[in-house]
């Protein structure tokens, strides 16, 4: 279960598999461009987990997590930042701070 509230995401403890459409705008991006999701424990904290994105379709990246990534949110408050890369050099922070939350399952 994802719930999107402006930038900020939202999933249920241990949820995987589901994908989570990012489209960026305001750009056109070619097969030069990735984007890249890092998300770490508090905004200055340590990395979990790096998520990069190449061949977008219709400028947009299909963010999901697996199992084993899912593993690493146990319930909590994490933030992420989703950067622009083009033919490997950074262009910008798309999102440069939001937060990601966990929440405890029934």
Not at 10 to 31: C, F, H
Not at 61 to 66: D, I, V, Y
Not at 69 to 91: H, I, K, T
Request: glycine share 6%; hydrophobic share 40%; charged share 20%.
């Amino acid at each position: 279960m994802w719930e999107v509230h402006g930038n900020s995401l939202q999933m249920a403890e241990g949820d995987y598999g589901l994908q989570l459409p990012v489209t960026i705008n305001g750009t056109t991006l070619t097969e030069h461009d990735s984007i890249v999701l890092v998300f770490k424990d508090a905004k200055n904290g340590t990395e979990i987990l790096t998520k990069e994105y190449t061949n977008l379709t219709d400028n947009t990246a299909n963010f999901s997590l697996t199992e084993e990534e899912s593993a690493l949110f146990p319930v909590g408050v994490y933030c992420y930042r989703l950067d622009w890369y083009q033919d490997g050099n950074f262009m910008c922070n798309i999102v440069p701070d939001a937060v990601f939350k966990v929440v405890d399952k029934a």
